[in-house]
Structures are given as structure tokens and as C-alpha cells.
């Protein structure tokens, strides 16, 4: 549950910072609301893209159906300690 | 933008015109629309240029004839004055009839070349004939000669003895492939009495008349009489064979043959000094063409500009009329000044006098080499309103982001992002290649767009774990598989256990998930999944709809941004209101339900979660029922305010149906009863021409608005927006369907090819393995990369033009086209 949080915080600062405190530091000049339209957008969508993501895989209503093989293959290289 | 009218003396007008050119940022007027191009005043100069030009494409397709080099001039030459236009002139004429005397010259002596070439080959070969039949006359000695021609010698000789008559002949040269037909009309004309001898000349000569390079053969016809001789010379003609005359006498024959080896040397020799001269006109002329038409290019538009103008002949002076951003306007007064200057300094320099108009100014938006090109992309649906939001900037970023969510494969991500850097990097020397080549034009026209398409696909293949349908491992998977050996020998295929902890009663329980997601993006497991589709889907629907809503939520916001900037205060209670507020109760509640079912329900509860679609729906239709789980409610209050989002949802058609009509029947009544609007809200156009704004609004809104049109627009404005909220909701969910198709298009050409060659053992699979590439790499770039490529990038345009734009963009002004010689010496396209 620590984890999930931490990693949550992470990106989401990650982001934020590409997006809400970097604006603020572009250097004034002809293309400045640009750049700085540019960046939130960015930030916003690829945040959004990978909460998404990672929100679905929290709470899996069903596992992976592997073959048989596949099974044991995964079963002998990864272990079945986490 | 504003309206300007320049007052320009006639002497000065040429070098203004010229300094605004190179300035570039004001779009002239035409002020004699009515006039036909042959009456307006500057007609004779442009056909002058017009001439000039037609004389440097004379020369153009010259040197490239002789396959000269044209040297392209580095800096950008100025537009010449008016009287260097002479000078120009005359250089020109000068070139273009010394060019056309030599090639004349060396027509005329290439022919006789020819000629003398093939009276030469005639001489030789009769003089062989004429020896053979002398010969003949020795009798009895050297009997020792080949048969043919012994038969053939022999009959001459009696024929000759016998007749005791003169044999007539003609000489002459006939092409090769003529020969048979020529011999065979021969003998059927002449009734086999004539005699042909002919012989064939080894290399190929070019024909003096048709310039073709043929293979031909000398002939020689002996016959008696003048009829037989006119016969001959008929088919001759007929076979347009050559004809040259050959003396009977040997010693005649020889001289001849000499004068002819003379000439012949002679004549090599002045038509190589000819095309050394040729050669050094055309090289002088290639140093400067470039620079010439660039010169007359620039005279031209400045001659077809100052045909728009009107000559005002009592102030004798030439009116103007043309749009100015408003910004721009110190530059365009110095550049007036500046010309005012060069033309001689008149006491009376050129005026600048800002107009007052009700037009519709040209939309100018401020662009550089990056943001052209997404500009490009937005205009052609339509040039944005004068002063309303342009969608370009969002557009920038959500589009190369849209495709990249259908095109996700981080593998073909970094193939089109080095693709793009290529053209990026190389853009100075590859600006000027393949300009015919139309699709070249277009993807480099498209290299920023390519460039943000690729960066954004390989993040967005790296979240969908997607890398030529490979998947990575690097932080380790959150998955193991703990099952017994006896379980998996009992089953074809198992399905690991979702729920992070214990929630049976029995100790069976093993967990194999462990609570935490895999950091970025999906889990590695799950490629080896024979469930990932199902999986997958869900996400990947469930992002769509939630990208989809935002955009366009985000769209109303820009309408919203809009109807500030114009003062359209009802606007924004009778339309942006109900708007948001429809989209809201709707849409965005069914975002919150998703991020709630995201984080409420797992694996221990998966039969009770909720269906959302099934949800929605039953919303819609105020149907809830216990059975299945799924479909039940699963929060209290859930059915309350579901049915109260529903009615204030339902409120909003007539509110923004009503709304806006209502208020124009209002303000009709109003104007009726008073003379003159006070209203500030009526106002719509920028509020930057303050010249007098008031005013020229009064006038225009004192006739009264047609109702029942109001109604009709109002009408179509509201179901569009109602139905096309659900539509296009639903149309966003082609961000699924081709992420979908691509990800299985791109596993398909793993598992069909590239997986036999790389899953065989030893030689034959490193054999296999290699032959495997081909058809792989170009199935990858031909369907993949490029199919795929295009489908994605016509679908997330058209997501923007329809599904976005929709909410805020008019899209009805007119481009703002300035007078630029920049825009013009680029748009030429370089002759092939």
C-alpha cells in the first residue's frame, strides 16, 4: 500500500513539476506562452495516461490466464517469492 | 488588422512598393476589380517582364541541355530600379540572339558534316564497284577471285561488251532496313534491267535531315537508257535515299574523294570551336541566371501590385489599399520612408492614413517554421474567425498525442522519431530536393508533426508495454505463478489469483498478485496472457472516454474563453451554460464512477462490480434493477441522484433551445422602443479599433435580426450539440479500436514471421533467421508504419476537426496573405 502511494507521489510530482513550476521558469522571449502551453499540455496528458494505467492495475478484477508452459517457465524465472 | 490607405507618389511608388515587398506583412487591395489585366496602367512593363522571363527560360532549357551547372545565388538580390529594368533588357536580348545564331550556325554546319560524311562513304565503296568491274577487263590473270562477285563482274562485263552502249548509274546512301524493300521495287519497277551493287557502311552516321543516327548502306544502280533513269530516281526519292554524284572518270573520282577528306577535316574542326563558344556563353550566363529571374520575378509583382492601385490624377498621386496588422505599422511607415528616400528624396514622402471599415479583416496568426506546420493542419478545415481563439497551440500537443495513443508501439515510435530527427536535422539541405516529388513535399512539410508524433509513441508504447509487440521487464513483474506442480498438470491453462490477500475462509489461498501495480505502464505478464485483449480493452476503453470527455469539456472552456474576449455576455448564460452543465451531469459523473470503480472493487468482489455502461444506460432510461449484480446500485443514494443529474441534464435543452431567440426577441423589442443601443453586450468586434467602434456597431445592429432564422440556428445549434455529445463520445472510442488493431497487426508479423525464422535450431536457423528479415522489416514499414501511420493520423485529425472543434471553432475568415518576395521566390516550384 506504501508503495503504491509513493509511487503515485512520485510521478504525480514528476509531472506537476514538468508542468506547473517549469513554466514559470521559461526565459521571456517570442515564444514564450508557447512553450509554456506546450509543457502543461504535455504533462497533463501523459499524467492522465499513466494514472489510467496504473489506477487499473491496483485492484485487478481478474488475473492473467497463462498456458500451462508459460506457467512453468514464469514459475522457474521468476520465483514464487516477490 | 487594420485597414490603411497609402498615398504614394508616382516616382517614389516603385521603390515603396519594393521596400514593403521585402518587409512582407501588408496585404494589398485590388482598387480596379472591374478592369480588364490588358487596360490597367502598367500592363507594358509586366508584358516587358514577361518577355524577359520567357528569354530565361530560353536559356535555362539550354544549359540544361548541355548540362551546365546553375550556380544559386546565396543572398537575396534587391528588385533593380526601374531603370536598370532597360539594362536588363538588353543583356537579356543580346544573349538570347547570339544563343540562337550559334545554334543556327551549328545546325547548318552539322548538316553539310553529314553530308560530306556520306559522300565520302559513297566514294570509297563505288570505288571498289568501278576497280572490280576494271579488273574484270584484264583478262585471264588472277582468275583467283571470289565467286560471287566473279559472277557478277562477269555479267557487267558482257552486258557491256555486248550493248556497246554507256551504262548509265546513280550512287547514293539508303538507310540499312530500307535496303530489301529499295532492291526488291527496284526490280519490279524496272523490270529487272537495272544492276545494284551495294555495300554496307560499317558505323553509324547521322542523318543530315533527321538528325538520327542510322545504319546505312551505299548502292550503286547501273542502267541503259534515260527512261530506266528517271524510274531510278523516282524510287530514290521515294525512299528518300541520298543521292550524290559520282564522277565515271577514276582519276576525278580520286580528286573528288581528297576535297572531300579536306572539307571534311575543315568542318570537324570550326564545329568544335563553335561549341566551345556555345559552351562559354552558357557558362557566363549560368553564374548569373538565378539571380536574373529572381530579379525579374520581384519587378513583376511589383508591376502586377501597382496595377491594383487607383491613379488619382488631380492630387497626382497613386491610392492604395491594404490590410496592416496594427503592430506592424512603425515598420511599414519606415519602409515607406525608406523607398520615399531611395527614389530621389521628394519634398513629399508616401502617407499612411488608417481606415475605418465594417469588412471582415483578414485573420494573421504569427508563425514559425514549427508552428506552420500544425497551422497547415487547423486550416484546412477553416481559417479561424477574425480574433477568435486558435485551436493551433492545443492542437499542437493533443494531437501528435491522439496518435500516439492509437499508433502505441514504442518499437515503431523510435523508427518514425529517427525518420523525423533526419528530416529535421538535414532540413536546410533537403529543403530544396524532390520539390516535384509531391510526397516528399508533404512529409517534410510534416516534420515537426512526424517528430512529436514519434516522441509521443514511444512513451505511449512504453505505458501500453508494447515494443514491436514485445513487452519489457525492467522494474519486475507483479505477478507470480504459485501453483503446485499437480495443479498445472491437472489443467490446460490457469488463471493467477487477483486479490492481493486472503478473502476465502480456506487455506487454498495463495497470492500470487502482490497489491503494488507495475511502476510505468502494463504489467509484463500480461503479454503472455491468452486474456491480455480482455484486459486490455478495459483500459484502454475507459482512457478513451475519459481523454475524450476532457477534450472536449476543454473545448467548451476555450467557447467560454470566446464569448469573454467578444463580450458576448448571454452567451455565455444561454449557451456555455447549459453546455457545460449537460456535459457535466452526464459525462463527467460517469468519469467519477470510473475512478471509483477503479479504486472500490477487486478481485474478492469482481462478480459485484458494477457494468458502467449498463449503468449509464439504466440511468438514461430511470430503470433500476436488483439483478444481475452488475447492474444493481452499489451506493447508497445512488438512485436519487442519478434521477436528479438526469432532470437537470433534460433542463438544459430548452434553456439553451429557448434561451438565445428569447433574448434576441428582447433586445428587438428594446431597439424598437428606443432610437439608439446603449446596450455594451451587443458589441462583437475587437475592441482594439477603437477608431469608432460605437458608431459603425450602432449602424450595424440597427436592422433587426430575421427571428424565425434565429430560431432555425438555434435549433440546429442545440441538437447538434445534445446528440453530438453522445456521438462523440462514443467516437473517441476509435482510440481503442486502432490501438487495438495495431498491437495485433504488429504481433501477427512476430508470430507468422519473424518467430519461425528466429524459433529454429543450428545453421539453418541463422539462414532462416536472415531470410525472415526481408519480409518482416517491410510488412513493419509498409503496413505498420506507414498504413497504420496514416489511418492513426487521419483519425486523431479528424477527432480534432469534428469532435473538438465542434465545441468552440467558427472557422469562417479568410487567410491573411501578405506581399512578400519571400513567400514568392518560395513558392516557385524549381523548373524540372
Known sequence: MEKFAI???????????????????????????????????????????????????????????????????????????? | ??????????????????????????????????????????????????????KLRFLETEIKKDELPIYDPEDNPDAPKPREMIDLEATFEKLDHELKEINTNADALLRNFNELTELKHNLTMTQGFFDDAEMAFTPAHNRNQRDSDDDQVQLLYEYSMISHNKLGFITGVVPRERMVAFERMLWRVCRGNVFLRQAEIPELIEDPVSGEKLHKTVFVVFFQGEQLKNRVQKICEGFRANIYPCPENPHERR??????MTRLEDLTVVLSQTQDHRQRVLAATSRNLRTWQIKVKKIKAIYHTMNMFNNDVARKCLIAECWAPVSELDRIQLA????????????????????????????????????????????????????????????????????????????????????ALWMVLKERSLKDKWRNQEVWTIFFGGRYIILLMGIFSIYTGIIYNDVFSKSLNIFGSSWRVRFGDDTLAKHDSVMLEPTPYNYTRS???????????????????????DNKITYTNSVKMKFAIIIGITQMGFGLFLSLWNHLHFNHRHAIYLEFLPQIIFLACIFFYLIILIFYKW????????????????????????????????????????????????????????????GKPIYRI???????????????DVRDTDTEDMLDDEHSHQQHHQHEVEMSEVWVEQGIHTIEYFLGCISHTASYLRLWALSLAHAQLSEVLWHMILHLGLSMNGYGGAIASFFVFMPWSSLTVFILLLMEGLSAFLHALRLHWVEFQSKFYKGEGYPFVPFSFRLLLDEAPVEA
Not at chain 2, 648 to 655: G, R, S
Request: charged share 15%; proline share 6%.
Open chain 1, 7 to 82: 509511487t503515485l507521489i512520485i510521478f504525480t510530482v514528476f509531472w506537476g513539476l514538468i508542468g506547473i513550476v517549469l513554466p514559470f521558469l521559461i526565459p521571456k522571449g517570442q515564444n514564450k506562452r508557447l512553450i509554456q502551453v506546450m509543457l502543461t499540455l504535455t504533462s497533463a496528458c501523459c499524467w492522465l495516461f499513466w494514472l489510467c494505467f496504473y489506477l487499473h492495475q491496483w485492484k485487478p478484477l481478474f488475473g492473467p490466464q497463462l498456458k500451462r508452459d508459460n506457467a512453468r517457465i514464469i514459475r522457474s524465472l521468476w520465483g514464487s517469492e516477490f
Open chain 2, 1 to 54: 488588422m487594420t485597414l490603411c490607405q497609402l498615398f504614394l507618389q508616382p516616382d517614389a511608388a516603385y521603390s515603396c512598393i519594393s521596400e514593403l515587398g521585402e518587409l512582407g506583412i501588408v496585404q494589398f487591395r485590388d482598387l480596379n476589380p472591374n478592369v480588364n489585366s490588358f487596360q490597367r496602367k502598367y500592363v507594358n512593363e509586366v508584358r516587358r517582364c514577361e518577355e524577359m522571363e520567357r
Open chain 2, 255 to 260: 580528286e573528288l574523294a581528297m576535297g572531300v
Open chain 2, 336 to 419: 515607406l520612408r525608406k523607398g520615399s528616400e531611395a527614389s530621389g528624396g521628394g519634398t513629399v514622402s508616401s502617407v499612411l492614413n488608417r481606415m475605418v471599415t465594417r469588412e471582415q479583416p483578414p485573420t494573421h496568426h504569427k508563425l514559425n517554421k514549427f508552428t506552420q506546420g500544425f497551422q497547415n493542419l487547423v486550416d484546412a478545415y477553416g481559417v479561424a474567425t477574425y480574433r477568435e481563439i486558435n485551436p493551433m497551440p492545443f492542437v499542437l500537443i493533443t494531437f501528435p498525442f491522439l496518435f500516439a495513443v492509437m499508433f502505441g508501439d514504442a518499437g515503431h515510435g523510435i523508427l518514425v522519431t529517427i525518420f
Open chain 2, 507 to 529: 487455506g487454498d489461498y495463495r497470492q500470487m498478485f502482490s497489491g503494488t501495480p507495475y511502476p510505468i505502464g502494463l504489467d509484463p505478464v500480461w503479454q503472455l496472457a
Open chain 2, 599 to 658: 479504486t472500490s472493487f477487486d478481485g474478492s468482489k469482481a462478480t459485484d462490480a458494477p457494468s458502467l455502461l449498463i449503468h449509464l444506460i439504466n440511468m438514461i432510461l430511470f430503470s433500476y434493477k436488483t439483478d444481475p449484480p452488475s447492474a444493481a446500485v452499489f451506493y447508497t443514494g445512488q438512485k436519487q441522484f442519478q434521477t436528479f443529474l438526469i432532470l437537470l441534464a433534460v433542463l438544459c435543452v430548452p434553456w439553451m433551445l429557448l
Open chain 2, 666 to 680: 428582447v433586445m428587438n423589442k428594446r431597439r424598437a422602443n428606443r432610437g439608439v443601443v446603449l446596450d455594451a
